[in-house]
């Protein structure tokens, strides 16, 4: 008894040295962190549903929770140019509703160094964006207002019934997170993706190709300017290169999401897979081994 008496009187005194040592807001600004790193996901999506409706509550907590992500986006503002700032915050806007309510496995930092690349080609430069891997839409959603800005086409490839079965041995990533890709994983209907996009994006600028990639890239002839492959398995990263990395205009580039992989990161690595099966030498690449959106550029 007293001794828990006296546990308890411990951790009241540390409390009140707490209160005192940083203030009550001092304290009010702890929630976010506790939110973020030590709340069950059921927990976490049940407040996100709760304060989501609340704009203003919402985009508090998320901010003081995710600071590169707002750094990202206030960069991303400052970095428009004369008179486009208010499609930048619109756009901003808009990609912030999509991550609120759709399931994505990307953060905006990441979103936003593809949209930067949409937004800076030309509007004499031909070409089509491209995504493969679209999950429930949450990328897709946000590359189709970069695209209606710049009257862009997105083409999504997906067989929008998950990943393909496969044997591909996946244990770490290069960060020591659990990585494991089954047959299904990562399933969202055409239905899903559609609905998604048009209640959070612009529909009007998408094209769905339904399929497995193997079935539905060889006779895309296209140009494409920018590309995003978030496709998890390193055949599947296989194949969207071979097909997709020759159709890339010069200057273009293609964005994998998958550069935390080591199998992808072997495929990506590989003179001769680029030489043998792409027909090209292997090109510049920011970011692979390091990180996990791989840039892969055709100078």
Not at 98 to 117: A, D, F, N, P, S
Not at 142 to 171: M, Q, T, V
Not at 194 to 212: A, D, P, Q, S, T
Not at 214 to 230: L, Q
Request: with cysteine.
């Amino acid at each position: 008894m007293q001794g828990g008496y006296s546990d308890a009187v411990e951790k009241t005194v540390s409390l009140f040295v707490r209160l005192r040592r940083h203030g009550l807001f001092g304290i009010l600004r702890l929630i976010p962190v506790n939110v973020a790193y030590y709340t069950p996901k059921a927990i976490k999506q049940y407040l996100k549903q709760l304060f989501g409706r609340i704009p203003l509550v919402y985009d508090y907590f998320w901010q003081r929770s995710n600071p590169s992500e707002r750094i990202a986006i206030q960069r991303f503002i400052k970095a428009a140019a004369c008179g486009k700032e208010r499609e930048h915050r619109a756009i901003v806007k808009a990609i912030s509703e999509t991550q609120k309510w759709v399931e994505c496995g990307h953060t905006q930092e990441e979103m936003l160094e593809i949209i930067v690349q949409i937004l800076n080609f030309s509007a004499d430069t031909d070409g089509v964006i491209v995504e493969a891997g679209s999950f429930k839409g949450g990328s897709a959603a946000k590359f189709s207002w970069a695209c209606a800005y710049r009257n862009r086409r997105l083409i999504i490839f997906d067989s929008f019934e998950g990943l393909p079965d496969n044997d591909e041995p996946h244990d770490r990533t290069i960060f020591g997170e659990t990585a494991s890709f089954k047959k299904g994983a990562y399933e969202g209907s055409l239905d899903i993706v559609r609905h998604n996009i048009r209640k959070y994006g612009r529909l009007e600028v998408c094209e769905f190709v339904k399929g497995w990639f193997e079935d539905t890239m060889p006779a895309f002839d296209k140009p494409i300017m920018a590309g995003y492959v978030d496709v998890d398995l390193a055949s599947s990263t296989r194949t969207c290169m071979k097909y997709l990395f020759p159709r890339l205009i010069r200057g273009g580039v293609i964005f994998s999401q998958d550069g935390h992989l080591p199998l992808v990161i072997n495929v990506l690595d590989d003179d001769d897979f680029w030489q043998n099966e792409v027909g090209v030498k292997r090109p510049r690449m920011v970011g692979l081994g390091t990180r996990k959106l791989v840039q892969i550029w055709k100078d």
